[in-house]
């Protein structure tokens, strides 16, 4: 029996401020049905950060997972890119 891919979706951390845990937001483009014009459709997960390494602003790569609590149920695979430090 094949083992059930699981999703992959990368996007931008808007919160850190829970222990262990990241607010990522994930923007994607998608075509509206009438009018056909490109609409930008955004959507907030919490995912689990094991070592706290993630900070605001980060574009990071989340991998579905099983649940770790009520609304988390993704985790962080890795950093794509490093927010600026002002």
């Keep these: 029996m094949e083992k059930k891919t699981r999703k992959v979706q990368d996007g931008t951390v808007i919160s850190n401020k829970m222990d262990k845990t990241v607010v990522v937001l994930v923007e994607r483009h998608t075509q509206h ?33 099983r649940p770790h609590s009520k609304r988390k149920k993704w985790r962080v695979r890795k950093i794509l890119e490093r927010a600026e430090r002002i």
């Design 33 to 65: 049905p009438l009018y056909k014009r490109t609409v930008k459709r955004s959507q907030k997960f919490m995912a689990h950060d094991e070592e706290n390494t993630c900070r605001t602003g980060d574009r990071v790569e989340i991998i579905e997972s």
